[in-house]
């Protein structure tokens, strides 16, 4: 787990493109666990910030020793606007007929997003 977070801590930048980040997450993702999800998250949310902000969320979530799931994070933060507002998604790799990161980068959220600046990236482990 622990590799895992380093490996897209070591190679994601806060000036690389989305794209190069996607293609890093899809990195991260190609190194083999017993079992796992991956989910694409988009939308305006205000839960772990104190304003609102538009934010792509790529997770992979797997289980862990206590019968519960481990999610490594990678959000993406833009500045929530009239144009991204209309942004709202959750769409796990088991319920696509292709391949998930064909699927994101063929999503009209990433299109948006790629033309856009972003705040930050996160990265981080958390448990459900």
């Not at 380093?6 to 000036?15: A, N, P, V």
């Not at 190194?31 to 989910?39: A, F, G, R, S, T």
Request: proline share 4%; charged share 30%; with cysteine.
């Amino acid at each position: 787990m622990d590799s895992l977070i380093k490996f897209l801590k070591d190679r994601i930048i806060d000036t690389m493109s989305l794209e190069e980040i996607v293609d890093v997450f899809e990195q991260m993702c190609s190194i083999p666990l017993k079992e796992d999800m991956i989910l694409f998250e988009t939308g305006t949310f205000s839960t772990f910030t104190p304003k609102p902000v538009f934010e792509i969320a790529l997770v992979r979530q797997f289980p862990n020793d206590d019968e519960e799931y481990s999610q490594i994070h990678v959000d993406i933060l833009y500045k929530p606007t009239s144009e991204n507002k209309i942004f709202s998604e959750a769409t796990w790799n088991e319920d696509l007929s292709e391949n998930i990161f064909d699927y994101i980068r063929k999503s009209a959220a990433f299109a948006y997003a790629k033309n856009q600046e972003y705040i930050k990236v996160e990265i981080y482990l958390d448990e459900t």
